[in-house]
């Protein structure tokens, strides 16, 4: 099924519904409400996603004293498989930064500022050598990076 809707510039964007995306991304939404709710107790936690041609953007907010904050853009869920993907730019994914699926977001601890898997073999992801600063990024096991990766430890 097709159908169209706006986006944040006020386009009309063609979207293809695959219903088992859409109702297991509304439950990751849902879940990760309540886990930043439970991390930013005071302040009220608002979700968003903005549906889009090939990704959608997923916003994060708070509510303090009945005003909302500025919305701000957290990660990037692709359309086609479901995978999460950190932010390059407003427009754009950092499809380096990968953050498992919405299908399996409850093997990842939401509450820091970059998600990390409780268990990376059952999340299906390899962490790779840091490259810079304390930051580690984790790649999909089966991709390049993650065959690089276990090749160097091996």
Known sequence: MIESRRNSFGDFVKLTFNWEYETQKQTFKNRLAAILQ???????????????????????????????????????????????????????????HYYGTI???????????????????????????RTYGEYVRYAKLGSKEAKKALAMTE
């Open 38 to 96: 439970k991390a930013m107790k005071p302040a009220r936690v608002v979700v968003v996603i903005e549906p889009g041609r090939k990704y959608d953007k997923l916003l994060v907010g708070s509510l303090v004293e009945k005003k909302l904050s500025k919305l701000d853009l957290k990660f990037f869920i692709d359309r086609k498989d479901g995978s999460i993907y950190g932010v390059k730019s407003p427009v754009a994914p950092n499809t380096m």
């Open 103 to 129: 299908y399996t977001a409850d093997l990842w601890d939401w509450t820091q500022e970059y998600p990390i898997p409780y268990d990376a073999a059952a999340a299906g992801v390899v962490a790779l050598p």
